[in-house]
């Protein structure tokens, strides 16, 4: 079954502490995204990469950092700098051709932060 | 650049009665259109895209939508709700073919009543 996952489901950390948010896809698509979803204000881009390698800001991007070092895979990590960073994260990803912009979810990751 | 403004944050209907969620856009040039639904805790699953071929789009679950230029607007519709209707439902665009990325609007949640 292809798809993409995203790990752990919920996730509690202490203030102050970096944490790392999974995201694997087995669709071999090239483009991968991370949203942040909080009550009332639909979804906000944290960062999005194209090719491997390579990466680029979206619209809240301060106090977060990504790697894309395997097409499959775009880990996201909550850093200590983040001011707020309880709240629903969303991976997905997309094929990079004419006509296909449709980008697919993952079931998500819900941080508490304590 | 692309917005998206979706009317009301929350709509109730009975089972059996025609669903209308409202989307508007804003956008510089020929848009991509999107509904997605969102059940609790879980990731985003597309409805329906309009990419700029047929202006009715027919999507999952017995939804559709329709892309109105002079109106600015791509409301989404189903003749008659069920309950497993209830759920959050994003509008999305995009700025068109190629790599764009995704604006959403802050969503609506549908609710159905017996």
């Known amino acids: 079954d292809g798809g993409i996952t995203q790990s752990p489901k919920y996730l509690f950390r202490k203030e102050g502490q970096n944490v790392t948010l999974s995201c694997e896809q087995n669709l071999n698509h090239d483009a991968m995204y991370w949203y942040r979803q909080d009550p009332g204000q639909g979804l906000r881009l944290i960062y999005y990469?194209?090719?491997?390698?390579?990466?680029q800001k979206g619209d809240i991007a301060e106090g977060y950092s990504v790697s894309r070092e395997k097409k499959e895979s775009f880990p996201l990590t909550v850093t200590s700098a983040q001011k707020n960073p309880t709240a629903f994260y969303l991976c997905?990803?997309?094929?990079?051709?004419?006509?296909?912009?449709?980008?697919?979810f993952g079931p998500g990751t819900r941080l508490t932060v304590l | 650049a692309q917005s998206v403004t979706q009317l009301g944050s929350h709509v109730s209907v009975s089972e059996g009665a025609l669903v209308l969620l409202r989307c508007n856009y804003s956008?510089?040039?020929?848009?991509?259109l999107f509904w997605y639904v969102q059940y609790p805790n879980q990731g985003l699953q597309l409805l329906l895209k309009y990419t700029s071929a047929a202006t009715l789009v027919k999507g999952i679950n017995g939804f559709e939508a329709e892309f109105k230029k002079s109106e600015t607007s791509f409301h989404l519709t189903k003749p008659s709700a069920h309950m497993s209707d209830a759920a959050e439902y994003f509008c999305a665009v995009s700025a068109g073919e190629g790599f764009q990325k995704l604006v959403f609007g802050t969503g609506t949640r549908l609710l159905v009543s017996p």
């Open positions: 997905a990803s997309s094929i990079l051709a004419p006509g296909e912009d449709t980008q697919y």
């Open positions: 956008s510089s040039v020929p848009p991509y």
């Open positions: 990469s194209q090719i491997v390698n390579d990466f």
